[in-house]
């Protein structure tokens, strides 16, 4: 009994293997490269905002299965920060924005991935 579960546990073992390993074919991978803007403000700052910095020859890359760009905002304290939609077009300007701080201190760090596959080597 105890071999036929061991066997058992290595049958799914070797299994599950070789589907993570058809999960993604290489030709659907493509590469991407991550930058950021980032700052701090003290309590009563009024808004402030960064620009993150756009690699040569690299394109926005977006969210997997989406159209949406590919980006993360993370914060601390009490603020609203957001992409500017004023200054923001994805293609050559990226700036991220928050509000009035509101607690002790605030700070935001804006990430974008960029798909830089296209690059000549």
Known sequence: MVRWLLMLLMF????????EAQAQSLSESTATTEQSCSFGMAKGEASQSCHVPFPAGCLVANTPDTDKPWTTISKGGKTLCRF?????????????ACGRCKSDHCSAQFIV?????????
């Open 113 to 121: 991935r960029f798909d830089c596959s296209q690059q000549s080597h």
């Open 12 to 19: 799914i073992g070797f299994w599950s293997l070789s589907a």
């Open 84 to 96: 500017d939609d004023k200054t923001t077009n994805w293609k050559t300007k990226i700036t991220g």
